[in-house]
Structures are given as C-alpha cells and as structure tokens.
C-alpha cells in the first residue's frame, strides 16, 4: 500500500505543537479581524473570546501529553474532542452566512473555514490521542462534509465574478483587462479551497492502516511528536512484513 505521510492528511496540530499551531491561530485572528471590520453581518461576532478559547483548547492539548497520568490524559482528549465541536459548527454558520446572497464575502468566509478545518484537526488529533479511532474517523468525515458543502461548489468562476467592478459589462473598454486582473487575483483562493478539501478528505486516511504495523493512534502520535531527524513520518511497506 501508498506510503502516507503526515503533512498529506493535515494533522499537523499534533506534530507542530502549542507554539506554532498558536502563532498561526494568531495570524487567522488578525486576518478575520481586519477583513470582517467593514462586514455588518460580523459586527456583533466574537472573534476574540472565540478564538482565545481556541488557543486554550490548543494548551489543554499540549499540556496532556506531559500528564504522567494516561487515563486522566485520554479523558481530557476525549473533552477537548467533544467540547470544541460548538466552535466548529459556530464557524461553518459564520462562514455559511458570508457565502450567502448576491454578493458572498469570499476572502472573509475562506478564513472562516480555516479556522472550522483547524478545529476540525485539532479535535481529530485529540481522538487519536486517546486512541478513539472510531471517534476520530467520524470527526474527520464531518470536517471534510462541512468544509466541501462550504467551498465545493465555489470554482473561479464564481470568484472572477466576484472580483470585478460594478457595472462591468461583456464586451466593454478593459473588459478582457478586468477578467485578467480578476482571474489572477482568484486563482490562488480557487487552488486553496481545492487543497483544504482535499486534505480534509484524506486526514483519517493512516488510521486503517495502524493495525497491521502494530500501531495504535496514540502511539503513532507520540512517534511524530518525538521525530527530530525526519521532515515527514511514513507507514513504510516495509515495517508491515517485519
């Protein structure tokens, strides 16, 4: 069978740990913060209660595994699983709503669904992390659900139209210019809701395969917290016919 490495089925909360996953946490807060600023529909959000919330469920995480305790660890796993759905489904709304009407907020809402797809990992990798496969199979296949009904149906299409100017008519001075400016500017958005889907899609792709290298979640989880020489971690053919 394919090898299958970390990086291609974005659990990557797990492995960068509470610094990294939260400086990026960060960066989104800023992003969602100067792009909803102007939107009325965001007006009354609460980003930063949200979002601290968020680097918290990231430190309860972190900190478990330094838990001497395993029992009380997976139990506080399992609550991080279970707690941060509302945050999830509080996100696909907010990003549901900018994708709706005439005139979706398209830039505002992608945000929304990184946020939704990062909580979607993180509660992944706590399943993982109390070796509930079951569980984190069923997280996974509901983030990849929300994530494509959010963005699938969105192509660059729908996003050149979105970025024209008002008023721009079929066949009228600089409208070959417009759609030009207006295909560069949406090509990369299109080719990143392509690649969050599809991450999103594969994230529980490793866990069928566990049991045949003798592996559960929470160990393979630990193997890829502690490498320091490999850039990715694999299933190698190899390991299963040792």
């Known amino acids: 069978f394919a090898n299958v490495a970390l990086s291609a089925v974005d659990i990557g909360v797990s492995v960068a740990g509470f610094v990294v996953m939260n400086a990026k946490?960060?960066?989104?807060?800023?992003?969602?913060?100067?792009l909803s600023a102007n939107i009325e529909l965001l007006r009354e959000e609460k980003f930063e209660e949200d979002f601290v919330m968020l680097s918290t469920f990231l430190q309860r995480f972190e900190e478990a595994w330094f838990w001497r305790n395993i029992d009380k660890a997976e139990d506080e796993w399992?609550?991080?699983?279970?707690?941060?759905?509302?945050?999830?489904?509080?996100?696909?709304?907010?990003?549901?709503?900018?994708?709706?009407?005439?005139?979706?907020?398209?830039?505002?809402?992608?945000?929304?669904?990184?946020?939704?797809s990062t909580i979607g990992g993180l509660r992944f990798s706590a399943a993982m992390a109390a070796s509930e496969d079951k569980l984190a199979t069923r997280i996974a296949e509901q983030c990849a659900d929300?994530?494509?009904?959010?963005?699938?149906?969105?192509?660059l299409v729908e996003l050149v139209k979105s970025s024209l100017p008002p008023g721009m008519a079929p066949g009228s001075a600089g409208w070959a210019t417009q759609i030009r400016l207006a295909s560069d500017k949406a090509e990369p958005l299109a080719a990143k809701f392509r690649e969050r889907e599809a991450r999103a899609a594969t994230r529980s792709a490793p866990l069928s395969m566990l049991p045949e290298h003798g592996l559960s979640p929470h160990r393979w989880l630990r193997m890829a917290r502690e490498e320091t020489a490999e850039p990715l971690l694999v299933l190698s053919p190899a390991l299963s016919s040792a």
Request: net charge positive; aromatic share 6%.
């Open 25 to 34: 946490l960060n960066a989104l807060r800023t992003d969602v913060q100067a």
């Open 78 to 116: 399992r609550a991080i699983a279970s707690e941060a759905r509302r945050y999830q489904d509080l996100f696909e709304y907010r990003a549901k709503r900018l994708l709706a009407g005439p005139s979706p907020a398209y830039a505002v809402a992608d945000r929304m669904v990184d946020a939704l």
């Open 146 to 155: 929300q994530v494509t009904a959010l963005t699938g149906k969105i192509g």
